[in-house]
C-alpha cells in the first residue's frame, strides 16, 4: 500500500524507554511518583531529546502511586515521614531502583502484547523493558499556589 507524501520507515531497533516523575512540595519531600514507557528507535541521544521534551508535558497524563513504604525523612521539626523521599535522591543512581522500581515493575507489566504476519500466520510479540532501561527522571515543582514546573534532567 502506498500514500502520496508517505515512506516506509523500516525500525532498526525499537527499544522500551522510560519516563519518570517524582512530585516534590517546596521543601523537597515527594509522596508520590508517576511514570510512562514509551516504544522509540533511533540512537540514544535522538531519544533522550524526545524524552526530555514529553517529559515537560506528559506529567499531567501519568497515572501516579505513592512512594513507597520503605521511605522515611525527619522533617525541621524531627517528625518521622514514612512513605516519604526527598527530591535530592532523584538524582543519586543508587535510589533509583528503590524510589522508581516497583513503578518500573509496573509499566513493564503494562507492556502490550502485538501481533505480526509471519508467513501467513499472526504471531504474538511482546516488547521487553531491560533491566536498565534509557530513561529521563524529572522532578515536579509542587507549589502552595498550584503551579506544577516540571525540572527535566536525564538519567541513564
Same mark, same amino acid.
Given at each position: 500500500m502506498r500514500q502520496a507524501?508517505?515512506?516506509?520507515?523500516?525500525?532498526?531497533?525499537?527499544?522500551?524507554?522510560? /519516563?519518570l516523575?517524582?512530585?516534590?512540595?517546596?521543601?523537597?519531600?515527594?509522596v508520590r511518583i508517576a511514570g510512562k514507557a514509551y516504544v522509540m528507535d533511533g540512537d540514544d541521544a535522538e531519544k533522550l531529546m524526545l524524552l526530555r521534551h514529553l517529559a515537560a508535558t506528559d506529567f499531567l497524563s501519568a497515572p501516579w502511586q505513592k512512594v513507597p513504604q520503605n521511605?522515611?525523612?525527619? /522533617?525541621?521539626?524531627?517528625?518521622?515521614?514514612?512513605?516519604?523521599?526527598h527530591a535530592s535522591l532523584v538524582g543519586d543512581p543508587n535510589a533509583q531502583e528503590p524510589l522508581f522500581g516497583s513503578l518500573m515493575d509496573s509499566l513493564a507489566k503494562s507492556l502490550l502484547d502485538q501481533l505480526r504476519n509471519l508467513h501467513g500466520d499472526y504471531s504474538r510479540f511482546r516488547?521487553?523493558?531491560? /533491566?536498565?532501561?534509557?530513561?529521563v527522571t524529572t522532578v515536579v515543582m509542587e507549589y502552595e499556589d498550584g503551579r506544577l514546573e516540571p525540572m527535566v534532567s536525564a538519567c541513564a
Open positions: 507524501k508517505t515512506q516506509a520507515r523500516v525500525l532498526r531497533d525499537p527499544e522500551v524507554v522510560l /519516563n516523575w517524582a512530585y516534590a512540595d517546596e521543601e523537597g519531600y515527594i521511605f522515611t525523612v525527619h /522533617n525541621a521539626d524531627g517528625q518521622k515521614m514514612q512513605g516519604v523521599a516488547l521487553e523493558l531491560s /533491566n536498565s532501561p534509557l530513561c
